[in-house]
């Protein structure tokens, strides 16, 4: 007889074999990973579980700065379905998103939705997730700045390697000098787009973060709750009715003089 978590740890070691005897591109859709989980024991709704909190999980790389990954979450009241929509209605057509075309579907997990922009060949490049909390919910926006400044020092290099060699080129043929003049001059220039990479990476991720901190603005305006009705002591005060006035103090006589 095993114990669970013996038999949890030999299913799990079962399962790296399997993986790395067989076809490393291969892949496993939810139907097929739900069959397993039934076939080693496990309830089905148990397995999709497993399924959507394994895609919940903030995406993580092992060469990416957590200076340049931003996660904001908050707590806040119900959402509505409309406060739903909105919040991600605008993700998708907040600066830089809108201006780049990838598939971005909301995927929908149970009462948890979630949209994920990833970029082709460098992972993900954002996300935003709504989850129930409690009595409330809670909205995750993640941000991958380091996709925003990836292969910066090898594209300044290329673009002033170009630069520099058709100056010089031009340069060497207006002023007739040396060839080598003209490839000294590429050099430069090169050297020089490459020093350049540090302050215009600080530009680009100073842009990407008021970018991000204008978004969040939008995404607590709308999460907010709606306003309700001012409280009584805050509404203007109502008149006094006729009734409730105090009885007025009475006249005092006055004496008339006689006529003369």
């Known amino acids: 007889m095993h114990r669970p978590d013996h038999a949890e740890a030999i299913l799990r070691r079962a399962a790296q074999i399997e993986a790395a005897a067989s076809d490393p591109a291969a892949t496993l859709t939810d139907a097929d990973l739900v069959e397993a989980g039934k076939a080693a024991g496990l309830s089905e709704d148990a397995v999709r579980q497993a399924i959507a909190e394994q895609r919940l999980a903030p995406a993580t790389s ?3 700065a957590d200076d340049l990954r931003w996660t904001v979450t908050r707590r806040v009241s119900r959402l509505t ?3 739903r929509a909105e919040l991600f209605s605008t993700v998708r057509r907040a600066a830089p998103y809108s201006t780049y075309i990838m598939p971005t579907p909301i995927e929908s997990f149970g009462a948890a ?16 997730r709504v989850v129930p909390d409690g009595d409330g919910d809670a909205w995750t926006a993640e941000h991958y700045a380091a996709l925003d400044v990836m ?16 100056l010089g080129v031009v340069v060497s043929k207006a002023l007739a000098f ?18 350049a990479t540090p302050s215009v990476r600080r530009r680009i991720l100073a842009r990407r973060r008021r970018q991000f901190d204008a978004l969040l603005a939008d995404l607590d305006r709308i999460a907010a709750p709606e306003r309700t009705q001012a409280s009584e002591a805050e509404r203007a005060p109502l008149l006094t009715l006729d009734a409730e006035a105090s009885a007025p103090e009475a006249a005092t006589p006055q004496r008339l003089r006689a006529r003369t």
């Open 62 to 64: 092992p060469n990416e």
């Open 178 to 195: 040396p060839a080598f003049v003209g490839v000294l001059l590429a050099v430069l220039v090169t050297v020089a787009a490459v020093l």
């Open 81 to 83: 379905d409309g406060q």
């Open 113 to 128: 939705q979630q949209w994920t922009a990833n970029v082709p060949m460098m992972g993900t490049w954002a996300r935003l």
């Open 151 to 166: 292969g910066l020092v090898w594209m300044l290099g290329a673009a002033g390697a170009v630069l520099g060699g058709l």
